[in-house]
């Protein structure tokens, strides 16, 4: 178990802010919505986050497919936030 933890930090370590940020905003509008409290629809803002950081990492190491994936995400959250939050639809 202690070897698992040393690995999992070092990797923590490794990674980019952008990585950082796309992966723990990307969890936290999971978590957000799998809650469904008063807050859920603000996972979609968290979301376009997730995605623009990943579309910079994307762009940093040259991945087209995970910034074509990217760009479709962000495309799909942005009428998420306008469906859930500026039009209030549930």
Do not use: C
Request: glycine share 6%; no cysteine; hydrophobic share 60%.
């Amino acid at each position: 178990m202690d070897e698992l933890r040393h690995a999992l930090s070092a990797e923590l370590l490794r990674m980019t802010p952008a990585e950082l940020l796309g992966a723990g905003t990307g969890i936290f509008g999971a978590l957000l919505l799998a809650w469904r409290g008063r807050l859920a629809a603000w996972a979609w803002v968290f979301w376009i986050v997730s995605s623009l950081a990943w579309i910079v990492y994307a762009i940093k190491v040259w991945s087209i497919p995970l910034l074509t994936q990217q760009a479709v995400f962000a495309a799909i959250n942005i009428l998420g936030v306008y469906r859930w939050l500026i039009r209030k639809e549930r």
